[in-house]
């Protein structure tokens, strides 16, 4: 089992940039795929990002060009830079990973982004 814990989330204006963080709680060098998902008030969980154990990146076309994530299996985080922030970029990010060779996905708690005026 893991723990996920995000950081990094809250108010910012429109244009402006937010970083989130993940940690999980144990080695993330054999996971298979990590991802940044986030969920709307009103809306289903969508996913906003994600990247694979040799590092290819995947993004919703939403957030292409704006968006960066990455991992750092040394520190066992992933990360999820936010720029050129909209306020349809509003809602709950979450966390999730998968472990090589399981069907599990295990979830972090959320942390909410709100980009407003």
């Known amino acids: 089992q893991v723990q996920l814990v995000e950081s990094g989330g809250g108010l910012v204006q429109p244009g402006g940039s937010l970083r989130l963080s993940c940690a999980a709680s144990?080695?993330?060098?054999?996971?298979?795929?990590m991802g940044w998902y986030r969920q709307a008030p009103g809306k289903e969980r969508e996913m906003v990002a994600t990247i694979t154990s040799g590092g290819s990146t995947n993004y919703a076309d939403s957030v292409k060009g704006r968006f960066t994530m990455s991992r750092d299996n040394g520190k066992n985080t992933m990360t999820l830079q936010m720029n050129s922030l909209k306020p349809e970029d509003t809602g709950v990010y979450y966390c999730?990973?998968?472990?090589?060779?399981?069907?599990?996905?295990?979830w972090g708690q959320g942390t909410q982004v709100t980009v407003s005026s």
């Open positions: 144990r080695s993330i060098s054999s996971t298979n795929t």
């Open positions: 999730r990973l998968r472990f090589i060779g399981t069907l599990v996905d295990y």
